[in-house]
């Protein structure tokens, strides 16, 4: 890093440009709830900038200018921030969704007072300009680093022009994983359903898995445990589909759970090599102590998600719920 007499730095850096689509316009048609979604998915932009190791130079309005030491972490920043994003605008009219246009260039960056500009920033506006909707441009530079370091997919755009450059810049496009054409996808079929679920299922796993490692288990171990608990005597299978898993996976699970003397199991009479299982008096102690740290850990793993995000995981699991017990009552 060069420090100039004035005050100025400068330094290569990965410099990280975004801005809404359609701001004006999507503001025109409703302020109140632009606003409230954009104040949403800013908490996604800075969280997942600060996780990824970048610094935000500068906020206006809709757009955001950042750096960050590493262009692998940048451009994995700007997919990640538009996977959410797209997840939490799937719930939106479409006419009324906020989608990010982001750029990223690998270049030198003139820094004053925490502020980043120069011919760098320039670049990273210019290619953010030429991004679609919910999609990332970067630029020559930026893809050397990271084409063989990433597994996404890049679009040539050729050269472009540069305001204040005499030489066009290279520019790439790509679309992150979720990003696609259409919303032609019956509703309970969406990706946005399937990104949901799957983040629903890594929260879980994760407060589960970290609160059950003290105990000796682990984390489907907690589940398979409370099934067992809620109706004393009952069948592997029957476990099994309650917890929603496959019935081996049951069957290791309650192995562990027996070997801790957490549950005993009973022949089932008139099927041969079959077992009822029910919970010991320290096998219900256990559950129960363990509730209140899944209650703490679930609050720390959620902490990250947005406020529009947190509500969309508790529809999700309410419909969850319903659907687990209509299929009951059938």
């Not at 909707?133 to 040539?156: K, M, N, Q, W």
Request: overall charge neutral.
């Amino acid at each position: 890093m060069i420090k100039a007499a004035s005050g100025i730095q400068r330094r290569l850096a990965a410099i990280f440009c975004a801005d809404v689509a359609g701001y004006a316009h999507l503001m025109s048609m409703d302020e109140r709830g632009t606003l409230r979604l954009l104040t949403s998915h800013r908490e996604i932009t800075d969280s997942e900038i600060e996780h990824h190791g970048g610094r935000i130079a500068n906020t206006a309005g809709d757009s955001i200018l950042a750096e960050f030491p590493s262009a692998v972490d940048a451009v994995q920043c700007a997919v990640t921030i538009q996977e959410r994003i797209a997840a939490v605008n799937d719930a939106v009219p479409e006419e009324r969704q906020v989608r990010f246009r982001i750029g990223v260039h690998v270049g030198e960056a003139m820094v004053r007072d925490g502020d980043l500009f120069g011919d760098g920033v320039n670049v990273a506006a210019r290619l953010e300009r030429l991004a679609e909707p919910g999609c990332i441009c970067i630029s020559g530079a930026t893809y050397d680093y990271v084409h063989r370091v990433l597994s996404l997919g890049f679009e040539d755009l050729g050269p472009q022009a540069v305001k204040n450059l005499d030489t066009p810049i290279r520019a790439y496009l790509t679309r992150p994983s979720r990003h696609r054409p259409s919303r032609t996808m019956p509703i309970d079929r969406t990706q946005f359903e399937t990104y949901w679920a799957r983040q629903l299922h890594r929260v879980c796993m994760a407060m589960m898995t970290e609160v059950a490692q003290p105990a000796g288990l682990k984390g489907i171990d907690i589940p398979v445990l409370a099934a067992i608990m809620d109706e004393p005597g009952i069948g592997l299978r029957q476990v099994a589909e309650r917890v929603g898993i496959q019935q081996a996976t049951a069957e290791r699970s309650a192995a562990r759970l027996g070997e801790k003397g957490l549950i005993t199991r009973t022949p089932n009479t008139g099927k041969y090599r079959s077992w009822l299982f029910s919970a010991t008096s320290e096998g219900i102690g256990v559950r129960l102590r363990l509730r209140s740290a899944l209650i703490i850990a679930q609050d720390r793993l959620m902490a990250p998600l947005s406020d529009q995000e947190r509500e969309i995981l508790k529809d999700l699991i309410r419909r969850v719920i319903e659907a687990d017990d209509n299929r009951a009552l059938q």
